[in-house]
């Protein structure tokens, strides 16, 4: 199992270069991506393609060929394997049969983010890539809400707007929160700030949406102040899907003892934002 460069080539360390140099089989998601890796390395040797759509019949084959006694790397397109990339398979069978798995450890994406963030590191939760659908993503968030630990996510430029307005309308405008673009290339970047603030920055800033994401959410707090702005999103998320936008406010502000116009604002916010996402076309 061995982690390679998240994008910069230089962060592929000796072991790694040596196992792949010295294995009898290289199995990657992308062939002609590792191919730019393994012509880097100065390295011509056999790659078979594994991913999310053919695991299911090649890892019997792969699974075959280490109990013939050949050796194989099992590498993703970038990161370290299993990371929301496929394995998990062929480890677990291969571990059943007695065969040995060794990890070379290396580059993450989420730990390389997390590291850099500023965000507490004691205790956090990946959870890979959001849903792809607004109602299932706020949900997902709605789950989330008293979760302590830091939570990171994988997402793509496409749905990062999305991603950021579904997860402030459930976890409060205040929730703190990081955006790591393009971690260890040319344009890296990290934006902090609450996430209301960041998806008013992000969806201003086109620049800011293109790129390999990782989303950092600071967990929830024990204060009185942030349980009741998680409450306030959650209820005036459902009554703005059935009510026309003032009076989910008012009715909100009323239930919760919030602020009126406050509620209203956010609540004018979250229709905008919906608007735009109609507007556009998210794979």
């Given at each position: 199992m061995v982690a390679t460069p998240i994008g910069n080539l230089?962060?592929?360390g000796a072991r790694a270069a040596a196992i792949?140099?010295?294995?009898?089989?290289?199995?990657?998601?992308?062939?002609?991506?590792s191919r730019r890796l393994l012509d880097h390395l100065g390295l011509r040797k056999p790659l078979c393609a594994y991913h999310d759509h053919n695991e299911a019949q090649t890892y019997p084959r792969l699974?075959?060929?280490?109990?013939?006694?050949e050796s194989?790397?099992?590498?993703s397109d970038a990161g370290t394997p299993l990371i929301s990339d496929p394995g998990f398979s062929l480890v677990r069978a291969a571990r059943a049969q007695g065969v040995d798995v060794v990890p070379i450890p290396g580059p993450s994406a989420l730990i390389c983010a997390l590291s850099a963030a500023g965000l507490p590191?004691?205790?956090?939760?990946?959870?890979?890539f959001?849903?792809?659908?607004?109602?299932?993503?706020?949900?997902f968030f709605d789950q989330l809400a008293e979760e302590p630990g830091t939570l990171l996510f994988y997402e793509t430029g496409k749905r990062l707007v999305a991603t950021l307005e579904d997860s402030r309308a459930m976890l409060g405008e205040r929730r703190q929160a990081v955006i790591a673009r393009e971690l260890t290339k040319r344009f890296e970047t990290f934006l902090t700030g609450s996430l209301g603030d960041l998806h008013a920055r992000v969806s201003a800033d086109s620049e800011q949406q293109l790129g390999e994401f990782v989303l950092l959410i600071e967990g929830?707090?024990?204060?009185?102040?942030?349980?009741?702005?998680r409450e306030e999103a959650r209820i005036l998320d459902i009554l703005c899907r059935e009510l026309p936008t003032r009076q989910a406010a008012a009715l909100t502000a009323r239930i919760t003892g919030g602020q009126r116009n406050r509620l209203y604002r956010a609540a004018l916010t979250r229709q905008r934002s919906e608007s735009q996402a109609d507007d556009s076309s998210y794979p």
């Open positions: 230089g962060d592929l792949l140099a010295g294995v009898d089989l290289i199995a990657c998601e992308d062939t002609r991506h699974l075959a060929r280490l109990r013939a006694g194989i790397a099992l590498i590191s004691d205790r956090f939760l990946f959870l890979g959001a849903p792809r659908t607004s109602a299932a993503r706020r949900a929830a707090g024990g204060g009185e102040g942030a349980r009741q702005e």
